[in-house]
């Protein structure tokens, strides 16, 4: 596809109902995050990055071509998949962050 500016990356990934990472390597996930909040289910390869990022809150696979092929059966028929993918939003992920930071400073100042 070439470079694609950020809008029509955008209306690609709002049409698109699953993003699939098959990343060995993926320090910052940019990608899968835009993805998610475009509103894709994402599945993503089983690396510890994304693991810290995400937890349990998507679906993973193993590093060969049956096991991806197996959760992407999964994740098609698995209706849940999408309806977390709506909950993984800019505002959320805000407010989830502020509580964090609330909770350490008040740690602090304790």
Do not use: H
């Not at 693991?51 to 197996?70: C, H, I, M, Q």
């Amino acid at each position: 596809m070439g470079f694609l500016e950020r809008a029509e990356l955008d209306a690609l990934l709002r049409r698109a109902r699953v993003y699939i990472s098959a990343a060995k390597y993926d320090p910052f996930g940019l990608l899968p995050l835009q993805a998610a909040l475009n509103g894709c289910a994402l599945l993503l390869s089983d690396i510890p990055s994304y693991r810290e990022v995400w937890g349990g809150s998507v679906t993973y696979f193993k590093a060969n071509v049956d096991d991806l092929r197996r959760k992407w059966r999964t994740i098609q028929a698995d209706s849940r998949a999408y309806e977390r993918a709506k909950t993984l939003n800019a505002e959320r992920m805000v407010d989830q962050y502020r509580d964090v930071y609330a909770r350490l400073s008040q740690a602090v100042a304790a």
